[in-house]
């Protein structure tokens, strides 16, 4: 069983629908959680970062982190075709020593107008 | 502030050799960590450097070596080459090891093909 369980998807929504991603882990250690957005053929891109549980909202998009249930979603509210990439979680440990960056397998997202 | 930066952006290669892949990080940043993105395995952990120094590895074999420059810059280096070798290869930097409060800053990657 992989540390980061993620939904390959594809997901298609229409154009200004919300959008729900989701990712679930198995290591009750992992503190830091973050979101990636990666276009076709580029690197991931940092989009949203929070420390344990809670909510952080930024613009359209808002991250949610249930370290009980050890599960994490991102919402985007009023999807566009530019939001059409493949949307990565990744977390990491604790706060001693150099700590790995663990990655889901990521989801890809398809908006269309 | 330029991002960071990888070179080759492709690279393509046969069975049985080796090849070194470059990276240079954000000015200022410390910390250089390498990912394999393959399609079936998503984006796996290399290793990463921080002051010259290996601090922490993934799960690959000894043929996926690294190292890293004073001026932060690092390359990797994969011997031997295998089909499966072929995948995108990230390197990804950050400011400071600090309390997992730092964020790593992707560059656009190495796409590398094995013949």
């Known amino acids: 069983q992989k540390e980061v369980e993620q939904d390959p998807g594809p997901l298609s929504v229409p154009e200004g629908a919300i959008v729900s991603l989701n990712c679930t882990y198995s290591n009750s250690a992992f503190q830091y959680f973050m979101w990636y957005r990666q276009y076709s053929r580029k690197g991931p891109e940092l989009l949203m970062y929070?420390?344990?549980?809670g909510n952080k909202e930024d613009g359209r998009f808002t991250a949610q982190v249930d370290k009980s249930s050890k599960y994490i979603s991102l919402f985007i509210r009023d999807s566009q075709p530019s939001d059409s990439a493949t949307y990565l979680c990744?977390?990491?440990?604790?706060?001693?020593?150099?700590?790995?960056?663990?990655f889901g397998t990521g989801t890809r997202l398809l908006v269309s107008p | 502030k330029a991002g960071v930066t990888q070179t080759p952006r492709y690279l393509i290669k046969t069975r049985g050799q080796q090849v070194t892949l470059s990276c240079s990080p954000i000015?200022?940043?410390?910390?250089v960590s390498w990912y394999q993105q393959t399609p079936g395995q998503g984006l796996q952990f290399l290793f990463e450097?921080?002051?010259?120094?290996?601090?922490n590895k993934g799960n690959f074999p000894g043929r996926f070596s690294g190292r890293q420059f004073s001026n932060s810059r690092s390359e990797m280096n994969v011997s031997t080459l295998e089909l499966g070798d072929s995948a995108l290869y990230l390197c990804?930097?950050?400011?400071?090891?600090?309390?997992?409060?730092?964020?790593?800053?992707f560059g656009p990657g190495t796409r590398l093909t094995v013949l």
């Open positions: 929070t420390y344990s549980s």
């Open positions: 990804a930097s950050s400011l400071v090891r600090d309390r997992g409060t730092d964020t790593q800053y």
């Open positions: 990744a977390m990491r440990g604790g706060n001693t020593g150099f700590q790995k960056l663990v």
């Open positions: 450097y921080f002051s010259e120094t290996q601090r």
């Open positions: 000015s200022g940043h410390r910390s």
